[in-house]
């Protein structure tokens, strides 16, 4: 065990995967390198995931593209309904949007409008939201919009430990996922495994246990949340359940309903706008299900309905921040 | 060819027509439901690619699919039972028209939307690259996918890895119900294609022999590693854009012209009795055959089993919890 940051935790879990299963290859911009003169020149990718892949392994495993979105991933998708193990890397979650059409018609609709008789094992990697003053077209989310999707999982690690099981479990998963990556925590350090291990999907982890007040939260809200929830320990005595579902789809609803059946009270933490997200969808699915558990209103914590701004003092103001947690769960517990 | 081959050919192309002629009195009569796009007229074109192919070898097809289909081999009666959105269609009544596929016959899809299949027929192609497999994929678009974007961003990708994939373009003058001619920049479609950097050329798409024969150059090119092409068959389309389109952009006698000009199958029969190939006994007896498959098609799926509600849910995910 060492620590590792997140970059170096998924990192080590494709050079597992590539080492272990001869089908896995990427693709993407820039994730691999070049030769000029002769000599190999590796770029690795923009953030350096993919660091030392294309040494190893060449460009038949490891393939730069044309800045070309949707050839990305229909020849992601191709590849996986012919056998192999694609993992696609789209540099920011934003740029979904050029190629939305190969993953929400095609990618995860083929198993099903062909009636069972395909698999679509791919892989799609990207980078998520903000906190990089990247502005309005390199700081969104887009994971609440794909979790409404039927046929595609969806992953959000928040902590590098997570993010390497979670990645191998969606490298040897038989369905399309979608793997975002915060990547303010790039640099985010923690205890890692040397090993190949895996996360089971559908599984949320819960950094914090406590009986007054469940906090659900997804990708770098998750740490947030922890701080709030520290705080709140420390400061006023109030002990808080902080649920990090890790998958938003398939989502681990039994954790998120017991913790609300003890605790009465809850309050759903995400950095995405507030309309049809995963805090509405967290609220919904206790409404319905764990109404009567309820003691106070379900609260929820968002950014504001607005693109994302791109001064530090804009984007900080928009990111949701642990300081807006406690005052959510201090409304909780009135 | 040989004379096994040139029946062969007649057979899947006396299919093909015999298919979507079938389909369209079922759909009038309220048996087939959806929206559904009749390939008649252009038969020669998936004939004539597809003959080259063999099962391991990947095709990807366009809404307008039936023809793509048949010529790859799928069972007629298994799509047409799909067409029927029965239990025992080809995709156990899930997809339909638009979406029939075959897996085991190297046919990865029809596919609703324009282009679409392009970049994922690279990716077959790229699997095959990657595998040292022998197969080649192609993809076929209308000449309305050509203004669409990720086609251009497959036939990079395709050129730049140098992959064994064939672009087949069928032109038959109409994306949906809008001239071609009004909505293309550059009319010249092959050299659309070949500005990508690949072998791109024009064949008559009503001529069988013509496609066959640029096929074969476009099919060994790609499976001796040497690349993509680009082939662009014109043909026409003898139906509207759906069945139910009024045609209210062209006049029945320009309808019944094509016919009498434009038409693959007498240009077919011609040419191989003039040559004495095949004599018009074999080709009638073929024509017989395929009427008595048309109607065991359509009675098979009037009795075929029908889906239940739990249906719905079989089949989003391999495992999901």
């Given at each position: 065990?060492?620590?590792?940051?997140?970059?170096?935790?998924?990192?080590?879990?494709?050079?597992?995967?590539?080492?272990?299963?001869?089908?896995?290859?990427?693709?993407?911009?820039?994730?691999?390198?070049?030769?000029?003169?002769?000599?190999?020149?590796?770029?690795?990718?923009?953030?350096?995931?993919?660091?030392?892949?294309?040494?190893?392994?060449?460009?038949?495993?490891?393939?730069?593209?044309?800045?070309?979105?949707?050839?990305?991933?229909?020849?992601?998708?191709?590849?996986?309904?012919?056998?192999?193990?694609?993992?696609?890397?789209?540099?920011f979650a934003d740029?979904?949007?050029?190629?939305?059409?190969?993953?929400?018609?095609?990618?995860?609709?083929?198993?099903?409008?062909?009636?069972?008789?395909?698999?679509?094992?791919?892989?799609?990697?990207?980078t998520t939201g903000g906190g990089r003053n990247a502005g309005a077209q390199h700081s969104q989310t887009f994971y609440?919009?794909?979790?409404?999707?039927?046929?595609?999982?969806?992953?959000?690690?928040?902590?590098?430990?997570?993010?390497?099981?979670?990645?191998?479990?969606?490298?040897?998963?038989?369905?399309?996922?979608?793997?975002f990556e915060p990547k303010v925590l790039?640099?985010?350090?923690?205890?890692?495994?040397?090993?190949?291990?895996?996360?089971?999907?559908?599984?949320?982890?819960?950094?914090?246990?406590?009986?007054?007040?469940?906090?659900?939260?997804f990708g770098q809200a998750?740490n947030w949340?922890?701080?709030?929830?520290?705080?709140?320990?420390?400061?006023?005595?109030?002990?808080?359940?902080?649920?990090?579902?890790?998958?938003?789809?398939?989502?681990?609803?039994?954790?998120?309903?017991?913790?609300?059946?003890?605790?009465?009270?809850?309050?759903?933490?995400d950095e995405s706008p507030?309309?049809?997200?995963?805090?509405?969808?967290?609220?919904?699915?206790?409404?319905?299900?764990?109404?009567?558990?309820?003691?106070?209103?379900?609260?929820?914590?968002t950014a504001p309905?607005t693109p994302v701004p791109q001064a530090r003092e804009l984007e900080r103001a928009y990111l949701p921040n642990?300081?807006?947690?406690?005052?959510?769960?201090?409304?909780?517990?009135? | 060819?040989?004379?096994?081959?040139?029946?062969?050919?007649?057979?899947?192309?006396?299919?093909?027509?015999?298919?979507?002629?079938?389909?369209?009195?079922?759909?009038?009569?309220?048996?087939?439901?959806?929206?559904?796009?009749?390939?008649?007229?252009?038969?020669?074109?998936?004939?004539?690619?597809?003959?080259?192919?063999?099962?391991?070898?990947?095709?990807?097809?366009?809404?307008?699919?039936?023809?793509?289909?048949?010529?790859?081999?799928?069972?007629?009666?298994?799509?047409?039972?799909?067409?029927?959105?029965?239990?025992?269609?080809?995709?156990?009544?899930?997809?339909?028209?638009?979406?029939?596929?075959?897996?085991?016959?190297?046919?990865?899809?029809?596919?609703?939307?324009?282009?679409?299949?392009?970049?994922?027929?690279?990716?077959?192609?790229?699997?095959?690259?990657?595998?040292?497999?022998?197969?080649?994929?192609?993809?076929?678009?209308?000449?309305?996918?050509?203004?669409?974007?990720?086609?251009?961003?497959?036939?990079?990708?395709?050129?730049?890895?140098?992959?064994?994939?064939?672009?087949?373009?069928?032109?038959?003058?109409?994306?949906?119900?809008?001239?071609?001619?009004?909505?293309?920049?550059?009319?010249?479609?092959?050299?659309?294609?070949?500005?990508?950097?690949?072998?791109?050329?024009?064949?008559?798409?009503?001529?069988?022999?013509?496609?066959?024969?640029?096929?074969?150059?476009?099919?060994?090119?790609?499976?001796?590693?040497?690349?993509?092409?680009?082939?662009?068959?014109?043909?026409?389309?003898?139906?509207?854009?759906?069945?139910?389109?009024?045609?209210?952009?062209?006049?029945?006698?320009?309808?019944?012209?094509?016919?009498?000009?434009?038409?693959?199958?007498?240009?077919?029969?011609?040419?191989?009795?003039?040559?004495?190939?095949?004599?018009?006994?074999?080709?009638?007896?073929?024509?017989?055959?395929?009427?008595?498959?048309?109607?065991?098609?359509?009675?098979?799926?009037?009795?075929?089993?029908?889906?239940?509600?739990?249906?719905?849910?079989?089949?989003?995910?391999?495992?999901?919890?």
């Amino acid at each position: 065990m060492t620590i590792k940051s997140m970059r170096d935790a998924l990192n080590e879990a494709l050079h597992h995967e590539f080492a272990r299963d001869p089908r896995v290859f990427l693709i993407g911009e820039d994730v691999g390198g070049f030769e000029k003169d002769g000599v190999p020149v590796e770029i690795g990718g923009v953030f350096g995931v993919s660091k030392g892949l294309y040494r190893q392994y060449g460009r038949k495993r490891v393939i730069d593209t044309p800045i070309s979105e949707a050839a990305i991933i229909g020849a992601a998708s191709g590849a996986a309904l012919c056998g192999l193990r694609p993992v696609a890397e789209i540099m920011f979650a934003d740029l979904t949007a050029v190629c939305f059409d190969q993953i929400v018609n095609q990618i995860a609709k083929f198993r099903y409008m062909f009636g069972g008789q395909c698999a679509c094992p791919v892989v799609i990697r990207m980078t998520t939201g903000g906190g990089r003053n990247a502005g309005a077209q390199h700081s969104q989310t887009f994971y609440p919009i794909f979790t409404s999707f039927p046929g595609l999982k969806v992953v959000v690690p928040s902590n590098a430990y997570d993010a390497k099981g979670l990645l191998i479990t969606a490298i040897r998963d038989e369905d399309p996922v979608l793997f975002f990556e915060p990547k303010v925590l790039y640099t985010e350090k923690c205890d890692v495994p040397d090993e190949a291990y895996s996360i089971p999907f559908g599984e949320a982890a819960m950094p914090r246990e406590g009986e007054d007040v469940t906090i659900v939260a997804f990708g770098q809200a998750v740490n947030w949340s922890v701080q709030a929830a520290d705080e709140l320990r420390k400061s006023r005595g109030i002990r808080c359940d902080v649920i990090d579902p890790r998958t938003p789809s398939p989502l681990d609803e039994e954790t998120i309903l017991e913790s609300v059946a003890a605790t009465g009270r809850l309050v759903v933490v995400d950095e995405s706008p507030p309309r049809c997200g995963l805090t509405a969808d967290i609220a919904a699915l206790v409404a319905d299900k764990a109404f009567h558990d309820l003691k106070a209103p379900i609260k929820t914590v968002t950014a504001p309905h607005t693109p994302v701004p791109q001064a530090r003092e804009l984007e900080r103001a928009y990111l949701p921040n642990p300081r807006r947690i406690i005052a959510a769960v201090e409304e909780a517990l009135r | 060819m040989t004379r096994d081959q040139l029946l062969g050919a007649y057979r899947r192309l006396r299919l093909l027509r015999e298919f979507e002629e079938r389909t369209r009195v079922e759909f009038q009569t309220g048996q087939i439901a959806g929206f559904t796009h009749l390939y008649a007229g252009m038969e020669a074109i998936a004939v004539g690619v597809c003959e080259h192919l063999t099962d391991d070898d990947k095709i990807i097809s366009t809404h307008r699919g039936h023809g793509h289909c048949l010529a790859k081999g799928c069972d007629p009666i298994a799509m047409m039972k799909e067409l029927w959105g029965s239990t025992e269609g080809l995709c156990r009544g899930k997809g339909g028209t638009m979406h029939i596929a075959d897996f085991s016959r190297g046919m990865l899809g029809a596919n609703a939307v324009v282009g679409a299949g392009a970049p994922i027929a690279v990716g077959a192609a790229l699997a095959s690259s990657i595998m040292d497999a022998s197969w080649v994929a192609v993809s076929f678009v209308g000449d309305g996918g050509t203004n669409i974007g990720s086609v251009y961003e497959a036939m990079n990708l395709a050129v730049v890895l140098r992959l064994p994939k064939i672009f087949v373009i069928e032109d038959n003058g109409w994306g949906e119900m809008t001239p071609i001619d009004n909505v293309a920049g550059n009319r010249d479609l092959a050299g659309r294609a070949a500005a990508m950097g690949m072998p791109a050329v024009s064949v008559d798409g009503v001529d069988f022999f013509a496609v066959h024969a640029a096929a074969g150059v476009a099919v060994s090119r790609a499976r001796s590693g040497e690349g993509p092409s680009t082939i662009v068959a014109s043909a026409p389309r003898f139906y509207g854009h759906h069945e139910g389109d009024p045609q209210l952009y062209r006049s029945r006698e320009d309808v019944a012209e094509l016919r009498r000009r434009e038409d693959c199958l007498p240009r077919f029969i011609d040419r191989v009795s003039t040559s004495g190939e095949l004599t018009s006994a074999e080709l009638s007896v073929v024509d017989e055959e395929i009427a008595l498959l048309m109607d065991s098609a359509v009675e098979q799926s009037k009795a075929a089993p029908r889906p239940t509600a739990e249906n719905v849910l079989q089949d989003v995910y391999v495992r999901y919890r």
